[in-house]
């Protein structure tokens, strides 16, 4: 008899009315939230896609760990940056660690020390920090680094060895800017420098493949050369702000030239204290790649329970005119009873 009723109960109008109102508030949320989450894809403020992630997960023991990393690997400049950005939200630190990055950054800084990155940027053309970008960025402005790159990489092609084509693609669209340089007085400086860096990039392994693909394409079109110095200009302003690691870094994260449009306006806004941002964060620094499959989620949770809701208001209707032809059926077979001469009500 229990489970009759357990049957009867769930067969009743009232419970496909409270399933449909349930799936109903269930669909509200979810349309809702996939509202939010198509909001949140649709932001373009790389500032605060940043400071919403790190508010997530940045803390002090992700920003200990990461400075004594970096200066385990001898990288002072990352270890610097992480230190300003636990600075720069509240963030305390080990008095002690801190002071031991300040004291890496002023040996780093040595005459000596500096004196040494700076040839050996301008004679590689692989710079590591400013001051062997300093020397890559002289080489490149007196032509020097630009006919470096040429001859190297013709070199190699005419003797047989791997060359890239891609350096050589380069050079020229160097030669070509410093010229402009020089012609405007020095304003097409940061494009110079982000050339300089996006070569760099190229040849130590540090530029987003997907990025070289695309700026591979447009160096052998003329008609787009416009994209090139935009995007190394954009290279340069982020250069100009966080420093020559932290470009290195978004050349290695970015994948298109939007990319890097959008961290150098994060370098613009947060500084020295970019590149403690990419290096914990990655392209999730500037795009929201998440809320797109949130977005499919909540849309996708919304519409199993719209389709719920309209199951359930179809099971509701139809139980209820169920009830209705049994009542009225029922009523019709009574009435019949009590005008038929002769016949009584058993009841």
Not at 168 to 194: D, E, F, K, M, Q
Request: hydrophobic residues 50%.
């Amino acid at each position: 008899m229990g489970r009759k009723r357990f049957i009867a109960l769930l067969r009743h109008p009232a419970f496909a009315v409270l399933g449909a109102i349930l799936f109903a508030i269930a669909a509200f949320v979810g349309v809702r939230g996939g509202m939010e989450a198509r909001a949140r894809l649709a932001m373009d403020d790389p500032v605060q896609i940043s400071d919403q992630a790190l508010d997530r997960l940045f803390n002090r023991d992700i920003a200990e760990r990461e400075i004594r990393g970096a200066l385990a690997a001898g990288d002072n400049d990352l270890a610097q940056s992480f230190v300003e950005l636990a600075a720069d939200r509240s963030v305390a630190v080990d008095p002690a660690l801190a002071d031991e990055v300040k004291q890496a950054q002023v040996k780093a800084g040595s005459v000596t020390g500096t004196a040494g990155r700076f040839v050996q940027g301008l004679w590689t053309g692989e710079p590591v920090d400013g001051a062997s970008l300093a020397g890559t960025a002289v080489g490149d402005l007196f032509v020097f680094g630009d006919i470096r790159d040429a001859a190297r990489e013709g070199t190699r092609y005419l003797t047989g060895k791997p060359a890239d084509p891609w350096i050589l693609g380069l050079a020229g669209v160097g030669i070509a800017i410093t010229a402009a340089t020089y012609v405007s007085a020095g304003v097409a400086t940061p494009a110079r420098v982000g050339l300089t860096l996006v070569k760099a990039a190229r040849r130590t392994g540090r530029l987003n493949p997907v990025l070289a693909v695309r700026i591979a394409r447009e160096a052998v079109k003329v008609e787009e050369a416009g994209g090139i110095v935009e995007l190394v200009g954009n290279v340069g302003r982020v250069e100009t702000k966080a420093g020559t690691q932290a470009a290195l870094d978004s050349l290695k994260v970015a994948e298109s030239p939007q990319d890097v449009s959008r961290l150098a306006r994060l370098a613009a806004a947060k500084g020295t204290k970019t590149r403690a941002i990419i290096k914990l964060l990655g392209r999730a620094a500037i795009v929201l790649t998440a809320s797109a499959l949130d977005l499919a989620m909540w849309l996708f949770w919304a519409g199993f329970m719209l389709l719920g809701f309209a199951s359930s208001c179809k099971a509701a209707i139809e139980r209820m005119t169920m009830r209705y032809i049994r009542w009225h059926k029922a009523r019709r077979m009574r009435d019949a009873e009590l005008a038929t001469p002769g016949v009584s009500c058993s009841c």
